[in-house]
């Protein structure tokens, strides 16, 4: 379906607990939803999305922190992006359905298990890994270091081009297409390049076999 433009549309900001200044955008009527955005997004790659919602519920589409509009306080820790979430969430009224994408997923899982006041959740893709030790073995365990050094080299772009090739799994030939037709989504990703590492923060225990480890109750 295609979306059409919403009346109502108004930005807005929270404050999470460490002080640090949470940017979104809200729409539509009816329960609140928020889109929690994958590696590499912000809240402008689902306004589509946001607006198709938007005609069943009240959707908040927020930049997560270090990307868009959000600040980015540091150190990063994931408890952190977990505060931004339940900052959201009582902006929205105390309670709120949550749709995360990828990592995205991942973060949604860990605020509702540590106790946020998430009624539903909807999950689309959250990178896990549920498979036998010799698969799990096979697991490229050392991306996140290799990103990481590449980010503080200042080398955004190999970056970027080591998470969609290794994390991902885009082939290279594919890659090179995407870098020179697609130029305004790879400059897009880059000027995000440097919250990877916060991404990976969320997932990286997620991918040796036994993933959630305290979320018993997925």
């Not at 799990?136 to 080398?155: F, N």
Request: net charge negative; no cysteine.
């Amino acid at each position: 379906k295609r979306a059409e433009p919403t009346a109502g549309l108004t930005e807005g900001v929270v404050t999470s607990r460490d002080g640090t200044t949470i940017a979104f955008d809200q729409q539509g009527e009816g329960p609140p939803l928020i889109l929690v955005a994958g590696a590499l997004s912000d809240r402008s790659d689902a306004k589509k999305l946001a607006t198709l919602l938007a005609e069943h519920f009240t959707v908040i589409n927020y930049d997560r922190r270090g990307r868009g509009d959000s600040g980015n306080t540091e150190p990063y820790s994931v408890d952190r992006e977990i505060e931004d979430l339940e900052a959201l969430i009582e902006a929205a009224g105390g309670s709120a359905h949550v749709f995360g994408s990828s990592s995205g997923a991942v973060l949604a899982l860990r605020a509702a298990s540590s106790g946020a006041n998430v009624t539903k959740l909807a999950l689309f893709e959250p990178p896990i890994r549920l498979r036998d030790a010799d698969d799990v073995a096979k697991a490229p365990t050392d991306s996140a270091a290799r990103a990481r050094e590449l980010i503080q080299a200042g080398r955004r772009n190999d970056a970027v081009k080591h998470f969609m090739t290794h994390d991902v799994g885009v082939p290279g030939p594919f890659l090179l297409i995407m870098r020179v037709t697609m130029r305004k989504m790879w400059s897009h990703m880059i000027a995000m390049a440097h919250t990877l590492p916060y991404d990976y923060a969320l997932v990286e225990d997620d991918v040796d076999g036994k993933p959630l480890a305290g979320l018993e109750w997925v």
